[in-house]
Protein backbone atom coordinates (compact mmCIF):
# COMPACT_ATOMS: atom_id res chain seq x y z
CA UNK A 1 0.00 0.00 0.00
CA UNK A 2 2.82 2.64 1.22
CA UNK A 3 6.34 2.12 0.95
CA UNK A 4 9.03 4.18 2.17
CA UNK A 5 12.68 3.30 0.46
CA UNK A 6 15.90 4.99 1.14
CA UNK A 7 18.92 4.83 -0.86
CA UNK A 8 22.26 6.77 -1.17
CA UNK A 9 24.28 5.43 1.63
CA UNK A 10 27.33 4.45 1.64
CA UNK A 11 31.41 4.02 2.24
CA UNK A 12 33.20 8.05 2.58
CA UNK A 13 36.44 9.11 4.24
CA UNK A 14 36.14 11.48 7.12
CA UNK A 15 35.20 14.92 5.81
CA UNK A 16 33.72 13.59 2.89
CA UNK A 17 30.04 14.50 1.61
CA UNK A 18 27.10 12.03 1.22
CA UNK A 19 23.31 12.46 0.27
CA UNK A 20 20.66 10.45 1.39
CA UNK A 21 17.03 10.35 -0.29
CA UNK A 22 13.97 8.56 0.50
CA UNK A 23 10.65 8.37 -1.28
CA UNK A 24 7.21 7.41 -0.23
CA UNK A 25 5.11 5.45 -2.89
CA UNK A 26 1.52 4.42 -2.64
CA UNK A 27 -2.15 5.63 -2.46
CA UNK A 28 -0.80 8.58 -0.23
CA UNK A 29 -2.90 12.09 0.42
CA UNK A 30 -0.39 13.33 2.55
CA UNK A 31 2.54 13.31 4.30
CA UNK A 32 2.77 15.54 7.75
CA UNK A 33 5.72 15.19 8.76
CA UNK A 34 9.33 13.05 6.95
CA UNK A 35 12.42 12.78 9.00
CA UNK A 36 16.00 11.11 9.36
CA UNK A 37 16.28 8.41 12.48
CA UNK A 38 19.75 6.91 12.27
CA UNK A 39 21.07 3.52 14.83
CA UNK A 40 24.73 2.46 15.24
CA UNK A 41 25.83 -0.36 16.85
CA UNK A 42 24.82 -1.29 20.63
CA UNK A 43 22.88 1.91 20.31
CA UNK A 44 19.19 3.27 20.67
CA UNK A 45 17.68 4.62 17.56
CA UNK A 46 18.41 7.99 17.50
CA UNK A 47 16.61 11.53 15.60
CA UNK A 48 19.02 13.38 12.60
CA UNK A 49 16.50 15.99 11.37
CA UNK A 50 13.11 16.48 10.61
CA UNK A 51 11.04 18.30 8.06
CA UNK A 52 7.41 19.28 8.37
CA UNK A 53 4.69 19.75 5.57
CA UNK A 54 5.37 23.39 6.27
CA UNK A 55 9.39 23.34 5.92
CA UNK A 56 10.05 23.39 9.79
CA UNK A 57 13.17 21.69 10.22
CA UNK A 58 14.68 19.96 13.28
CA UNK A 59 17.87 18.77 13.82
CA UNK A 60 20.27 16.89 16.28
CA UNK A 61 22.89 19.15 17.60
CA UNK A 62 25.30 16.78 16.61
CA UNK A 63 24.56 17.62 12.88
CA UNK A 64 23.77 21.10 12.91
CA UNK A 65 25.50 23.08 10.68
CA UNK A 66 26.96 19.99 9.02
CA UNK A 67 23.42 18.34 7.50
CA UNK A 68 20.55 19.85 5.71
CA UNK A 69 17.27 18.42 5.00
CA UNK A 70 14.95 19.19 2.42
CA UNK A 71 11.60 17.63 0.82
CA UNK A 72 9.84 17.76 -2.38
CA UNK A 73 6.67 17.45 -1.61
CA UNK A 74 5.39 16.34 -5.49
CA UNK A 75 7.48 13.19 -4.88
CA UNK A 76 6.54 12.57 -1.47
CA UNK A 77 10.63 12.42 -1.20
CA UNK A 78 12.96 13.67 1.43
CA UNK A 79 16.69 14.31 1.09
CA UNK A 80 19.54 14.39 3.49
CA UNK A 81 22.48 16.23 2.39
CA UNK A 82 25.69 15.47 5.07
CA UNK A 83 28.46 17.22 4.99
CA UNK A 84 31.81 16.93 7.02
CA UNK A 85 31.12 13.84 7.64
CA UNK A 86 32.64 12.08 11.43
CA UNK A 87 33.30 8.40 11.87
CA UNK A 88 30.80 9.21 14.84
CA UNK A 89 28.06 9.63 11.98
CA UNK A 90 28.75 5.58 11.31
CA UNK A 91 25.18 4.35 11.49
CA UNK A 92 22.26 2.70 9.45
CA UNK A 93 20.40 5.62 8.16
CA UNK A 94 16.35 4.92 8.49
CA UNK A 95 13.47 7.27 6.68
CA UNK A 96 10.45 7.89 8.80
CA UNK A 97 7.23 9.05 7.33
CA UNK A 98 4.66 10.28 10.12
CA UNK A 99 0.92 10.83 9.77
CA UNK A 100 0.45 9.18 6.22
CA UNK A 101 -2.74 10.41 4.85
CA UNK A 102 -4.38 7.37 2.70
CA UNK A 103 -8.31 6.58 1.66
CA UNK A 104 -8.57 4.51 4.76
CA UNK A 105 -5.80 5.61 7.35
CA UNK A 106 -3.39 8.06 9.11
CA UNK A 107 -0.20 5.98 10.32
CA UNK A 108 3.12 6.24 10.42
CA UNK A 109 5.79 3.82 8.05
CA UNK A 110 9.69 3.60 7.98
CA UNK A 111 12.22 2.74 5.43
CA UNK A 112 14.04 -0.57 5.71
CA UNK A 113 17.24 1.44 6.41
CA UNK A 114 20.62 2.68 4.64
CA UNK A 115 23.95 1.41 6.11
CA UNK A 116 26.07 5.29 5.88
CA UNK A 117 30.27 4.32 7.01
CA UNK A 118 32.35 6.86 7.36
CA UNK A 119 36.51 6.18 7.28
CA UNK A 120 38.79 7.90 9.77
Known amino acids: QVQVVESGGGLVQAGGSLRLSCAASGSILSINTMGWYRQAPGKERELVAT???????TYADSVKGRFTISRDHAKNTVYLQMNSLKPEDTAVYYC??????????????WGQGTQVTVSS
Open 51 to 57: ITSGGTT
Open 96 to 109: EARLVRTSTSWRNY
